[in-house]
Protein backbone atom coordinates (compact mmCIF):
# COMPACT_ATOMS: atom_id res chain seq x y z
CA UNK A 1 0.00 0.00 0.00
CA UNK A 2 1.36 3.46 -1.01
CA UNK A 3 0.22 6.18 1.27
CA UNK A 4 0.90 9.40 -0.04
CA UNK A 5 2.50 12.21 1.05
CA UNK A 6 2.74 15.76 0.54
CA UNK A 7 3.83 19.18 2.21
CA UNK A 8 1.39 20.73 -0.19
CA UNK A 9 -0.72 21.93 2.92
CA UNK A 10 -0.33 21.33 6.88
CA UNK A 11 -2.18 19.45 8.83
CA UNK A 12 -5.37 20.88 9.78
CA UNK A 13 -6.68 20.28 13.35
CA UNK A 14 -9.70 22.04 12.20
CA UNK A 15 -9.72 25.21 14.27
CA UNK A 16 -11.53 28.16 12.45
CA UNK A 17 -13.86 25.29 10.77
CA UNK A 18 -17.50 24.38 11.45
CA UNK A 19 -17.12 21.50 13.72
CA UNK A 20 -13.39 22.05 14.36
CA UNK A 21 -10.88 20.79 16.91
CA UNK A 22 -11.47 23.58 19.61
CA UNK A 23 -12.34 21.37 22.93
CA UNK A 24 -13.30 24.33 25.02
CA UNK A 25 -10.63 23.97 27.01
CA UNK A 26 -10.69 20.85 28.36
CA UNK A 27 -7.97 18.40 28.07
CA UNK A 28 -8.55 16.53 24.68
CA UNK A 29 -9.32 12.69 25.11
CA UNK A 30 -7.58 12.22 21.34
CA UNK A 31 -7.52 12.75 18.01
CA UNK A 32 -10.04 11.31 15.65
CA UNK A 33 -8.66 11.75 11.79
CA UNK A 34 -11.60 13.40 9.59
CA UNK A 35 -11.37 12.67 6.12
CA UNK A 36 -13.16 15.27 3.61
CA UNK A 37 -13.48 15.86 -0.14
CA UNK A 38 -14.33 19.24 -0.69
CA UNK A 39 -12.84 22.83 0.20
CA UNK A 40 -15.69 23.88 2.09
CA UNK A 41 -16.28 20.39 3.86
CA UNK A 42 -17.29 19.81 7.18
CA UNK A 43 -17.84 17.16 9.64
CA UNK A 44 -21.33 19.06 10.77
CA UNK A 45 -22.92 17.50 13.41
CA UNK A 46 -20.61 14.37 14.08
CA UNK A 47 -18.14 17.46 14.02
CA UNK A 48 -20.00 19.10 17.25
CA UNK A 49 -20.17 15.41 18.95
CA UNK A 50 -16.80 14.95 18.91
CA UNK A 51 -15.57 18.29 20.32
CA UNK A 52 -18.62 18.36 22.89
CA UNK A 53 -16.65 14.83 24.18
CA UNK A 54 -13.69 16.58 24.15
CA UNK A 55 -11.72 14.98 21.14
CA UNK A 56 -9.89 16.85 18.67
CA UNK A 57 -10.30 16.80 14.85
CA UNK A 58 -6.88 16.26 12.68
CA UNK A 59 -8.84 17.54 9.18
CA UNK A 60 -7.41 16.63 6.26
CA UNK A 61 -8.31 16.08 2.29
CA UNK A 62 -6.37 14.07 0.28
CA UNK A 63 -7.77 15.40 -2.94
CA UNK A 64 -6.17 18.41 -2.23
CA UNK A 65 -2.82 17.23 -1.70
CA UNK A 66 -2.82 16.23 2.16
CA UNK A 67 -1.18 13.03 3.43
CA UNK A 68 -2.75 10.09 5.14
CA UNK A 69 -0.76 8.58 8.04
CA UNK A 70 0.48 5.14 8.28
CA UNK A 71 -0.68 4.47 11.51
CA UNK A 72 -3.61 5.28 13.23
CA UNK A 73 -1.53 4.73 16.63
CA UNK A 74 -1.82 8.74 17.39
CA UNK A 75 -5.72 8.64 16.77
CA UNK A 76 -8.99 7.70 18.87
CA UNK A 77 -10.18 6.55 15.17
CA UNK A 78 -10.89 7.67 11.66
CA UNK A 79 -13.91 8.84 9.83
CA UNK A 80 -14.22 9.13 5.77
CA UNK A 81 -17.06 11.03 4.80
CA UNK A 82 -19.10 11.84 1.38
CA UNK A 83 -18.86 13.58 -1.46
CA UNK A 84 -19.90 14.33 -5.01
CA UNK A 85 -17.49 11.67 -6.92
CA UNK A 86 -17.89 7.79 -6.77
CA UNK A 87 -15.31 5.14 -5.05
CA UNK A 88 -14.93 3.97 -8.97
CA UNK A 89 -13.87 6.97 -10.20
CA UNK A 90 -10.02 6.38 -11.44
CA UNK A 91 -8.28 9.68 -9.14
CA UNK A 92 -5.65 9.34 -7.41
CA UNK A 93 -6.74 9.95 -3.90
CA UNK A 94 -10.12 7.80 -4.46
CA UNK A 95 -8.07 5.20 -4.64
CA UNK A 96 -5.49 6.27 -2.34
CA UNK A 97 -8.45 6.51 0.75
CA UNK A 98 -9.68 3.40 -0.30
CA UNK A 99 -6.15 0.76 -0.12
CA UNK A 100 -5.76 3.18 3.18
CA UNK A 101 -8.35 1.51 5.18
CA UNK A 102 -6.80 -0.94 5.19
CA UNK A 103 -4.58 0.61 7.82
CA UNK A 104 -7.84 0.85 10.82
CA UNK A 105 -8.86 -2.45 9.64
CA UNK A 106 -5.44 -4.06 10.31
CA UNK A 107 -4.77 -2.15 13.35
CA UNK A 108 -8.77 -2.85 14.40
CA UNK A 109 -9.03 1.05 15.53
CA UNK A 110 -12.79 2.69 15.12
CA UNK A 111 -13.27 3.65 11.23
CA UNK A 112 -16.65 5.20 10.35
CA UNK A 113 -17.97 5.52 6.70
CA UNK A 114 -19.56 7.98 5.86
CA UNK A 115 -22.05 7.51 2.29
CA UNK A 116 -18.94 7.83 -0.22
CA UNK A 117 -16.73 6.78 2.84
CA UNK A 118 -19.28 3.50 3.55
CA UNK A 119 -19.04 2.82 -0.26
CA UNK A 120 -15.25 2.26 0.09
CA UNK A 121 -15.17 0.27 3.06
CA UNK A 122 -17.64 -1.72 1.00
CA UNK A 123 -14.98 -1.49 -2.10
CA UNK A 124 -12.42 -2.30 0.28
CA UNK A 125 -13.86 -5.20 1.29
CA UNK A 126 -14.29 -6.82 -1.77
CA UNK A 127 -18.23 -5.40 -2.32
CA UNK A 128 -19.39 -3.76 -5.09
CA UNK A 129 -20.48 -0.08 -5.82
CA UNK A 130 -22.70 0.96 -8.56
CA UNK A 131 -25.73 3.08 -8.89
CA UNK A 132 -29.58 1.67 -8.66
CA UNK A 133 -30.14 0.31 -12.44
CA UNK A 134 -33.43 2.33 -12.60
CA UNK A 135 -31.63 5.63 -11.37
CA UNK A 136 -33.18 6.07 -8.08
CA UNK A 137 -31.58 7.85 -5.44
CA UNK A 138 -32.59 8.80 -1.62
CA UNK A 139 -32.08 12.39 -0.74
CA UNK A 140 -34.05 13.27 1.97
CA UNK A 141 -35.23 12.03 4.86
CA UNK A 142 -36.32 7.97 4.73
CA UNK A 143 -37.52 5.16 7.11
CA UNK A 144 -35.15 2.76 7.64
CA UNK A 145 -35.41 -0.94 8.58
CA UNK A 146 -32.99 -2.31 10.89
CA UNK A 147 -31.72 -5.93 11.60
CA UNK A 148 -31.56 -8.17 14.44
CA UNK A 149 -27.89 -7.78 13.84
CA UNK A 150 -28.23 -4.13 13.81
CA UNK A 151 -30.59 -3.41 16.92
CA UNK A 152 -27.89 -5.57 18.92
CA UNK A 153 -26.19 -2.32 18.87
CA UNK A 154 -29.06 -0.04 20.42
CA UNK A 155 -32.40 2.34 19.21
CA UNK A 156 -32.22 3.69 16.27
CA UNK A 157 -33.79 6.36 15.30
CA UNK A 158 -36.37 4.92 12.17
CA UNK A 159 -35.46 7.55 9.94
CA UNK A 160 -31.96 9.32 8.47
CA UNK A 161 -31.02 11.67 6.03
CA UNK A 162 -29.90 10.47 2.46
CA UNK A 163 -27.87 12.18 -0.33
CA UNK A 164 -26.64 9.31 -3.09
CA UNK A 165 -27.13 7.53 -5.90
CA UNK A 166 -25.20 4.58 -5.10
CA UNK A 167 -24.85 1.77 -2.95
CA UNK A 168 -23.04 -1.37 -2.51
CA UNK A 169 -23.05 -5.40 -2.56
CA UNK A 170 -22.78 -6.88 1.35
CA UNK A 171 -19.04 -7.55 1.37
CA UNK A 172 -18.37 -10.66 2.38
CA UNK A 173 -17.75 -11.21 6.40
CA UNK A 174 -19.61 -8.07 7.29
CA UNK A 175 -22.31 -7.76 9.51
CA UNK A 176 -26.04 -6.20 7.97
CA UNK A 177 -27.32 -3.47 9.85
CA UNK A 178 -30.08 -1.73 8.17
CA UNK A 179 -31.66 -1.49 5.18
CA UNK A 180 -34.27 0.49 2.94
CA UNK A 181 -36.08 -0.88 0.04
CA UNK A 182 -34.08 1.34 -2.41
CA UNK A 183 -30.51 0.56 -0.81
CA UNK A 184 -31.00 -2.40 1.01
CA UNK A 185 -27.38 -2.47 2.53
CA UNK A 186 -27.94 1.08 4.56
CA UNK A 187 -25.40 0.17 7.22
CA UNK A 188 -23.30 -2.07 7.95
CA UNK A 189 -20.10 -3.11 10.28
CA UNK A 190 -17.07 -5.41 10.56
CA UNK A 191 -15.08 -6.17 13.33
CA UNK A 192 -15.08 -4.44 16.60
CA UNK A 193 -14.91 -0.53 15.57
CA UNK A 194 -15.49 -0.59 11.53
CA UNK A 195 -18.89 0.88 10.80
CA UNK A 196 -20.21 2.30 7.60
CA UNK A 197 -23.36 3.82 6.76
CA UNK A 198 -25.46 4.93 3.52
CA UNK A 199 -27.05 7.79 5.28
CA UNK A 200 -26.28 11.44 6.82
CA UNK A 201 -26.20 11.35 10.61
CA UNK A 202 -23.70 14.61 10.50
CA UNK A 203 -26.67 16.25 8.82
CA UNK A 204 -27.28 19.77 10.01
CA UNK A 205 -29.91 22.50 9.24
CA UNK A 206 -27.60 24.34 7.89
CA UNK A 207 -26.47 21.46 5.62
CA UNK A 208 -29.39 20.57 4.13
CA UNK A 209 -30.12 24.20 2.73
CA UNK A 210 -26.56 24.13 1.08
CA UNK A 211 -26.83 21.04 -0.12
CA UNK A 212 -30.53 21.13 -1.48
CA UNK A 213 -29.60 24.64 -3.16
CA UNK A 214 -25.95 24.07 -4.58
CA UNK A 215 -27.02 20.50 -6.12
CA UNK A 216 -30.64 21.45 -6.46
CA UNK A 217 -30.88 19.40 -9.64
CA UNK A 218 -30.09 16.22 -7.13
CA UNK A 219 -34.63 17.03 -6.52
CA UNK A 220 -35.05 15.84 -10.13
CA UNK A 221 -34.35 12.14 -10.09
CA UNK A 222 -36.20 9.45 -9.08
CA UNK A 223 -36.69 8.54 -5.65
CA UNK A 224 -35.73 11.85 -4.28
CA UNK A 225 -37.73 14.10 -1.87
CA UNK A 226 -39.03 17.28 -2.81
CA UNK A 227 -36.78 20.09 -1.01
CA UNK A 228 -39.50 21.25 1.55
CA UNK A 229 -39.82 18.02 3.09
CA UNK A 230 -36.22 17.93 3.53
CA UNK A 231 -36.74 20.44 5.97
CA UNK A 232 -39.95 18.98 7.51
CA UNK A 233 -38.21 16.08 8.06
CA UNK A 234 -35.40 17.64 9.64
CA UNK A 235 -37.55 19.10 11.82
CA UNK A 236 -39.09 15.71 12.95
CA UNK A 237 -36.02 13.94 13.03
CA UNK A 238 -32.83 15.26 14.00
CA UNK A 239 -33.34 14.90 17.81
CA UNK A 240 -33.62 11.39 17.36
CA UNK A 241 -30.69 10.98 15.01
CA UNK A 242 -28.69 12.97 17.87
CA UNK A 243 -29.87 10.78 20.72
CA UNK A 244 -28.75 7.48 18.02
CA UNK A 245 -24.99 9.82 18.14
CA UNK A 246 -25.10 9.96 21.88
CA UNK A 247 -26.07 5.85 21.90
CA UNK A 248 -23.87 4.81 19.08
CA UNK A 249 -20.09 7.02 18.97
CA UNK A 250 -19.04 5.60 22.10
CA UNK A 251 -19.91 2.35 21.28
CA UNK A 252 -17.97 3.20 18.12
CA UNK A 253 -14.79 4.83 19.86
CA UNK A 254 -14.52 1.43 22.07
CA UNK A 255 -14.51 -0.45 19.91
CA UNK A 256 -17.76 -2.44 20.82
CA UNK A 257 -20.00 -2.86 17.36
CA UNK A 258 -20.95 -6.68 18.92
CA UNK A 259 -22.46 -5.11 21.72
CA UNK A 260 -26.26 -5.38 23.53
CA UNK A 261 -29.33 -5.46 22.70
CA UNK A 262 -32.33 -2.41 22.63
CA UNK A 263 -35.33 -2.50 19.98
CA UNK A 264 -35.87 0.04 17.42
CA UNK A 265 -38.80 2.49 17.87
CA UNK A 266 -40.09 5.54 16.80
CA UNK A 267 -40.66 8.39 18.58
CA UNK A 268 -43.57 8.41 20.74
CA UNK A 269 -44.21 12.28 20.21
CA UNK A 270 -43.91 11.79 16.44
CA UNK A 271 -45.17 8.35 15.98
CA UNK A 272 -48.01 9.41 13.59
CA UNK A 273 -45.65 12.01 11.50
CA UNK A 274 -43.42 8.84 10.97
CA UNK A 275 -46.37 6.40 10.12
CA UNK A 276 -47.33 8.83 7.72
CA UNK A 277 -43.48 9.28 5.65
CA UNK A 278 -42.96 5.21 6.14
CA UNK A 279 -46.01 4.69 4.10
CA UNK A 280 -45.04 7.61 1.51
Known sequence: MTIARSTARPMNTGAG?????DTGGRTA???VLVILHQEHSTPGRLGWWLRSAGYELDIRK?????ALPETLEGHAGAIIFGGPMSANDPD??????IDWIGVPLAERKPFLGVCLGAQMLA?????????????????????????????????????FYQWHREGFTLPS???HLAATPAYPNQAISYGPAALGVQFHPEITYVLVNRWTTAAAHRLANPGAKPRHEHFEGHHRHTSRVGAWLDRMM????AGGLEAANAPCRADRGAADGDARLAAE
Open 17 to 21: RAGGG
Open 29 to 31: RGR
Open 62 to 66: PRFGD
Open 92 to 97: DFVKTE
Open 123 to 159: KKLGATVAPDPDGVVECGYYPIEVTETGRALGDWPCH
Open 173 to 175: GAR
Open 250 to 253: PMWL
